[in-house]
């Protein structure tokens, strides 16, 4: 038998749904990953974007466990001396809680240029609607 590489032309991307009320972040994150890099397929290539698109609503309602809340800190620079940025989990919750669930989808990615086009077929929304109803997403149950 010969290993069958996919092709770009080929892949047929499907939609689905994901509500993140009552989910703990890393579970959920890794799942998503999954989803967003192809791995749930049979014709699942590395070098190749083999991926569907996720829609991730209620993510202000995400839970995190611990005491991740107040300890857990994201770091940002500016590039210029000093430009160190840090902000708490719960208070980038409160800011934008879709930040959140980007964050630990992208740190689950390949690091490398393939990963930036995963990230972009990554939706997510604050509230329970979404704009995609044309696209007659499908549940994806974790």
């Not at 770009?8 to 890393?26: H, P, T």
């Not at 719960?90 to 800011?95: C, D, P, T």
Request: proline fraction near 5%.
């Amino acid at each position: 038998m010969k290993t069958e590489v996919a092709k770009i032309e080929n892949v047929k991307r499907d939609w689905y749904l994901v509500d993140a009320e009552n989910l703990v972040l890393g579970r959920l994150s890794s799942q998503v990953a999954n989803v967003l890099r192809g791995k749930n397929k049979a014709i699942f290539t590395p070098s190749v974007d083999t991926g569907d698109f996720v829609i991730v609503v209620n993510a202000e309602k995400i839970s995190l466990t611990g005491r991740k809340l107040a300890d857990k800190i994201y770091y940002s620079h500016s590039g210029f001396p000093g430009g160190l940025k840090e902000i708490s989990a719960g208070k980038l919750m409160e800011k934008k809680p879709e930040e959140i669930i980007r964050k630990a989808v992208k740190g689950m990615l390949p690091k490398n240029k393939l990963s930036r086009h995963m990230l972009k077929k990554l939706k997510i929304y604050a509230g329970p609607t979404h704009p995609h109803d044309a696209q007659q997403p499908k549940n994806l149950e974790l």
